[in-house]
């Protein structure tokens, strides 16, 4: 029970919104998950669930103009961990536990 | 031949890279110009005609006109010249990114702070190649908030990271 992995609700929303589009930018999961991932936090979030492995990042050549940026991944393990998450929930709101 | 040199770099140089500045300025924008050419003509004229009653008054003024042509010259010269400088040399958010690297490790920098900024030159590109400048500053001061945001909010976790690594290297 110590080690099982404990996701935090912007965790779980970002886990969900990269599971739902495979990789996406910070402001597009911004845009996407209609202001409940905030521009100061976000990238502090992310920073943390890279060092836990849950998402990787890769920088992205601008097309036209402007500087590289991050595009994000979810990983297997933070797959596993969501689905662990989200069925544990399921669970819990069945009140089997 | 002191004296020389001294005016040379006293004088000379000054008034060629004021006059350089300016007449670069000016070539730039023609209106600001034809405003400062009004502004110094008009009471010139308009002293010439009361020349008569009011000699002294009128040369006084001259020089007072004179003088606040060449300050008003010289503050457009140096907002230019810097203004120009900074935009030049840097993109928004370099300055801000270049403190934190003090502060932050590394790892932190490029995990959480280049890609906020990252992102706001980003979206501020896009608001200046849409031609509103107005949406670009808002982007800005967006963005810098939300940088701030990020340093107080990663602020903790990397003193406790730091505050380790000093026990560390001291036991």
């Not at chain 2, 009004?38 to 008054?57: Q, S, T, Y």
């Not at chain 2, 959480?112 to 501020?124: G, K, L, S, Y």
């Not at chain 2, 590109?125 to 400048?133: D, M, S």
């Amino acid at each position: 029970m110590k080690d099982l992995p404990r996701l935090s609700s912007i965790e779980t929303l970002i886990l969900e919104l990269l599971a739902e589009h495979r990789e996406l930018y910070g402001l597009e999961m911004m845009e996407a998950s209609r202001g409940k991932l905030k521009r100061g936090t976000i990238y502090v979030t992310l920073g943390r669930m890279q060092d836990k492995g849950y998402v990787t990042s890769r920088e992205v050549e601008a097309e036209g103009r402007g500087p590289a940026r991050c595009v994000y991944t979810l990983t297997g393990h933070g797959g596993r961990v969501l689905g662990a998450w989200q069925m544990a929930g399921a669970v819990f709101a069945r009140g089997v536990l | 031949m002191l004296a020389v040199r001294l005016g040379i770099v006293c004088i000379f140089k000054p008034v060629r890279w004021f006059l350089h500045i300016s007449t670069r300025h000016l070539r730039l924008h023609p209106w600001r110009h034809l405003f400062l050419c009004a502004l110094f003509f008009a009471p010139m004229w308009l002293l010439d005609a009361k020349r008569g009653e009011l000699a002294p008054l009128a040369s006084a003024m001259k020089w007072v006109c004179a003088g606040g042509l060449f300050l008003l010259f010289l503050l457009v010269s140096v907002r230019e010249l810097t203004h120009r400088r900074r935009r030049i040399a840097t993109s928004p958010g370099w300055g801000v990114l270049h403190i934190i690297s003090w502060v932050y490790s590394a790892k932190t920098v490029s995990q959480v702070f280049r890609p906020t900024i990252n992102d706001m030159q980003f979206e501020h590109i896009q608001a200046l190649a849409e031609g509103n400048p107005l949406k670009a500053r808002w982007v800005l001061l967006r963005g810098y908030s939300s940088v701030w945001s990020a340093a107080v909010a990663q602020a903790p976790l990397s003193l406790m990271k730091r505050l380790y690594e000093l026990w560390k290297a001291a036991s």
